[in-house]
Each structure stands twice: as C-alpha cells, then as structure tokens.
C-alpha cells in the first residue's frame, strides 16, 4: 500500500495541472529556483552552527557542562553517561547521534543508559539548531519565547524518557 503513496500524488497533482490548466515546468522551475535560493541563504548560517557544535565537543565543554549538571539530572532519573546528550542533541543531530553510539557501546544497549539514550534521541528535537536556521534565513534578531520553549521541551523529553525507560523496568 505504501508503495502506491507517491504515485498516487503525482497523479493528483497532474490531474490538478490539467483541470487548472497550469502549466507545469514553469512551475516546477520556480519551485527549484525557490528551493536553491533558500538553500544558499541558509548556507553560511548552517556552516557556522556545524563548525560551533563541532568546536563544542572537540573542546570537551559538553562533556564538562554535563559532568556539571550530573547531580541535577540524577535527581530527575537521568543516568550521568547521558548528560552530554542533553546538553548536545538540542544543538545537533548528528552529534547526538554520534554521542549515543558511544553510550551504547561503552554501557551496553540494554543497560539503562543506554535504554534511556535511545528514547531520548527519539523523543526529542534539534531545538535550538532549527531556530538558529529558521531565524538566520528569515534575519530574525529576536526570537521571543521560542529559545526558552524549545530547551522546555527537550528538557521534558529527556525526563520522560528516563521515567519511561523505569517505569518498563
């Protein structure tokens, strides 16, 4: 069933193009010219926040930050061997990424570090490297509420994480 899903839209979209009598490749032209322009905006903001993420975990302030938040963290149910990913996955995907594996094969996948690694990559954002791209591409110099929000949210993913992965046992 899922294979027909792509089909199918492409068929409703060329069933629209000829009912509207629209002209499709010029459309499709400024879709792309549009897309390009978008991604070469967001290019140099993107650039700055890999190199600042990258520059953060070759200099080890995260893994110092998290040692530094452990006795907070422990008290919410989160194991010391995933406080870095706290502080890293808001700001990269990749590097979360990354810094699970090692949590996983240093711990074990079945250990509760590791169970709790993985709920919480899967539970929550790249936050604050979005908003960065989002604010960069549309020059935004504030962002209101949406910074302390977002670092809300993933702090409440993490915790639930950890309280899912006990209360599973």
Known sequence: MTELVIPVILAIAGIHALLHQTDVMPALLKGVQTGLQTAIHILPTMIVLLTAVRMLRAS??????GQMLEPLLQKT???????????????????GLALGQEIMRDCGVDSYAGRVAAVMLG?????????GIYCGHLELKKTGYAIPAAILADFAAFISAALWVRWLG
């Not at 080890?60 to 930050?65: H, K, Q, T």
């Not at 539970?123 to 908003?131: D, G, V």
Request: glycine share 12%; proline share 6%.
């Open 60 to 65: 080890g302030w995260i893994d110092l930050a």
């Open 77 to 95: 149910g989160i194991p010391a061997e995933c406080s870095a990913l706290v502080l890293l996955k808001p700001l990269s995907g990749s590097g």
């Open 123 to 131: 539970a929550s954002e790249t936050s604050l490297y979005t908003i």
